[in-house]
C-alpha cells in the first residue's frame, strides 16, 4: 500500500498534468482551489480543504471573493489566504484586459464579465463608475461607495467632480445586490 506522501504527491502530479494537458477547464472547481492550496500546504491532502471551503462560502467565486479575516475564520494561513488572493487578483486583471483599450459599449459582455466577478460576491452593496471618453473608451473604474447589506448611498456631486477631474465625457454607474448574489 503507498504511503500517503508518496500518493499525495503522485495526485498532485496527475492534477498538474491535466492542467498542463487540458487547461482550467479540465479540473472542477474544488480541484482548482486543492491545486492552488497544495503550493502552500506541504504534506496534507488539500481536496477535503478545498470542498469544505467551496462549499462554505457557496462556490469558488464567493470563495476567491472573501475578505481576508473570512478566510481565516477557516482555519488558513496566511499564506494559503495570499494564494486565494492572488488568484483572485489575477482573474480580475485577465477580465479588465477585456475591457481596456476597447469601446466599452462594443464589448458590453466583456464588461458584464469583468463587473460579475468585481462585484458580484462582495458581502455589502458597492457603487463603481465607470468613467469614459468621447470614444467610450474606459479613462477610470472606480468603486466610489461601499455601504451596508442593502444599500450604498450615491452622492452625485462626487461622481461630477471626478468626471471633470478626468476629462470623462460620458459614465457608467453599476451597483450590486448582495442579498442576490448573481445579481450586478
Known amino acids: 500500500m503507498p504511503d500517503s506522501v508518496s500518493d499525495s504527491a503522485g495526485h ?19 480541484e482548482l482551489i486543492e491545486y492552488l492550496l497544495t503550493l502552500t500546504i ?5 481536496k477535503p480543504i478545498a470542498k469544505k471551503l467551496i462549499g462554505q462560502f457557496g462556490g469558488i ?9 473570512a478566510l481565516k475564520r477557516e482555519g488558513l494561513s496566511e499564506a494559503a489566504i495570499a494564494a486565494l488572493k492572488i488568484a483572485e487578483a489575477t482573474a480580475l486583471r485577465l477580465l479588465e484586459t477585456r475591457v481596456e483599450g476597447r469601446p466599452i459599449l462594443s464589448s458590453w459582455d466583456a464588461l458584464c464579465d469583468y463587473l460579475q466577478a468585481a462585484m458580484a460576491h462582495s458581502p455589502v452593496e458597492e457603487v463603481r463608475v465607470l468613467f469614459l471618453n468621447a470614444r467610450n473608451m474606459l479613462l477610470a473604474n472606480e468603486a466610489m461607495w461601499r455601504g451596508s447589506v442593502d444599500e450604498a448611498s450615491v452622492h452625485v456631486r462626487e461622481v461630477i467632480s471626478r ?15 448582495p442579498s442576490r ?4
Not at 460620458?170 to 450590486?176: E, G, L, Y
Open 12 to 30: 498532485r502530479a496527475r492534477l498538474r498534468q491535466r492542467l498542463f494537458d487540458g487547461g482550467g477547464k479540465a479540473l472542477l472547481d474544488h
Open 42 to 46: 506541504k504534506r496534507i491532502d488539500t
Open 61 to 69: 467565486g464567493q470563495l476567491l471573493g472573501a475578505d481576508a479575516a
Open 163 to 177: 468626471a471633470i477631474q478626468l476629462g470623462a465625457t460620458a459614465i457608467i454607474i453599476v451597483h450590486n445586490h
Open 181 to 184: 448574489m448573481s445579481d450586478v
